[in-house]
T-cell receptor, first 113, second 115 residues
């Protein structure tokens, strides 16, 4: 298996622009997680899905952030409009039911200028 | 709510030195405990885990013991290598074997091992 695949690896955008981050989980995994990593706050859980349904989005910072999972093999995290304070590394992770081990993607480094 | 506190870094050691990274947690019930490792430019990888009190997780020479009486899960390695240089995260899952899942991470500890 190719593992969790995220795209793009790097994204540089200007304040006010829309940003879309993409994730393909490992085939057969039924949980998908979006995390944000910054120096100040460490690793924060933004939202997670089970069987494509959002279970807990309490970590989503504000309405500018939204996440979807239209099918078992694809998820997006969208920021609209983006702000410089959104600059961070965004990780997607997945896990198979019954196994507590998380598999992380390589992350998307987002820079908002 | 649940929380994980780990020692602040960075930690710098010479090759073959002994490593300890402290981790304590706050949680209700009986959580599962984990150490994840993040190598430069990569996502996190599970290093080891323990699911109940007094369990010892081990992998690649690293060990950690689940101590419920002190709510701790300290990471140790007897002889570090340059290739161990990475960021180490302590984490907990609220209920062992539960159907809902929300992993809480510590802030991470940067380890640098010099030759």
């Amino acid at each position: 298996d190719a593992g969790v695949i995220q795209s793009p690896r790097h994204e540089v955008t200007e304040m006010g622009q829309e940003v879309t981050l993409r994730c393909k989980p490992i085939s057969g995994h039924d949980y998908l997680f979006w995390y944000r990593q910054t120096m100040m706050r460490g690793l924060e859980l933004l939202i997670y899905f089970n069987n494509n349904v959002p279970i807990d989005d309490s970590g989503m910072p504000e309405d500018r952030f939204s996440a979807k999972m239209p099918n078992a093999s694809f998820s997006t995290l969208k920021i609209q409009p983006s702000e410089p304070r959104d600059s961070a590394v965004y990780f997607c992770a997945s896990k198979g039911g019954g196994n507590e081990k998380l598999f992380f993607g390589s992350g998307t480094q987002l820079s908002v200028l | 709510g649940d929380s994980v506190t780990q020692m602040e870094g960075p930690v710098t050691l010479s090759e073959e030195a002994f490593l300890t990274i402290n981790c304590t947690y706050t949680a209700t019930g009986y959580p599962s405990l984990f150490w994840y490792v993040q190598y430069p430019g990569e996502g996190l990888q599970l290093l080891l885990k323990a699911t109940k009190a007094d369990d010892k997780g081990s992998n690649k020479g690293f060990e950690a013991t689940y101590r419920k009486e002190t709510t701790s899960f300290h990471l140790e390695k007897g002889s570090v290598q340059v290739s161990d240089s990475a960021v180490y995260f302590c984490a907990l899952s609220p209920v062992s074997g539960g159907s809902n899942y929300k992993l809480t991470f510590g802030k991470g500890t940067l380890l640098t091992v010099n030759p």
